[in-house]
């Protein structure tokens, strides 16, 4: 979790006594080209597209190749729209009102509620829908609405192609976090619960290795209210709110578990 969450939480007790402090804003999640790492893709924006800023993506012999989720996220539709508009697409909630269409999929390879991150295989390059040759339809939304792409904070070419290059899930693999408790030592639970056996404690000021991180028990810690659990050994989950890493929410190229 992120410090921040600290200094909202205190300022929300302090102007109202007790109670739920206000959400704080989100800030766009770091968009990834939705391709495995290492890739180029062609990307073609065009002002006559269904939403606008969609991004059509092309490369050679490009029917079946996999799609990945282009950030971390919850599916939350799989759809097939049968022989018009979309086809088979999947949509990814990832949070803060933001989202992410994936359109004329071939086939699927996720499920509606399944948590994914970056790197994600969730389905392969299609034709299906309204689709006249097999590409990837891409959006990114905000609270519904068609926004202009961004990968890593950056504007995609409006309007026009551009070769776009895929770091996606290229990291290590590893984060790291520091286990802030105000005193006493950090349960280390054998899985992602407050209901799974205690097998140990990490003194408050640890430094940890996170190996991979995944959605269990809601939390409320030093840092605000989470599901998150970080995998810090085989078997040894802590409770993400207890841990400073510097993010609020998932940490970007630190694999679900
Ligand atoms: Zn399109």
Redesign the pocket.
């Known amino acids: 979790m992120g410090k921040r969450w600290l200094g909202l939480l205190s300022a929300g007790l302090l102007a109202v006594g007790v109670l739920v402090p206000a959400a704080p804003a989100m800030a766009a999640p770091t968009f990834k080209v939705p391709f495995p790492c290492g890739q180029s893709w062609s990307g073609q924006t065009r002002s006559g ?1 269904s939403p606008a800023y ?1 991004v ?1 993506f092309n490369r050679t012999n490009d029917l079946g190749d996999p799609v990945v989720a282009s950030a971390p996220g919850t599916v939350d539709r799989v759809t097939d729209l049968g022989g018009t508009s979309y086809g088979k697409y999947v949509r990814i909630n990832h949070g803060g009102g933001y989202s992410t269409y994936y359109a004329h999929l071939n086939g699927f390879n996720v499920s509606v509620g399944q948590t994914v991150g970056y790197g994600k295989v969730i389905g392969w390059v299609g034709s299906t829908g309204g689709s006249t040759g097999p590409h990837l ?1 891409y959006e990114q939304r905000l609270n519904g609405a068609d926004i202009q792409v961004r990968f890593n904070g950056a504007l995609a070419l409006y309007w026009g192609t551009k070769n776009y290059s895929s770091d996606n899930g290229c990291g290590s693999g590893a984060g790291s976090g520091t286990v802030n408790t105000s005193g006493t030592p950090l349960t280390v639970r054998s899985g992602p619960g407050t209901g799974y056996a205690a097998v140990g404690t990490v003194a408050d000021g640890t430094r940890v290795t996170i190996q991979c991180q995944t959605s269990g028990t809601s939390v409320t810690g030093t840092y605000g209210t989470s599901t998150i659990w970080d995998r810090i050994g085989s078997g040894r989950f802590i409770a993400d709110a207890y841990v400073h890493t510097g993010y609020d929410g998932y940490i970007p190229n630190v694999p679900r578990c």
């Open positions: 597209h969609a059509d339809h």
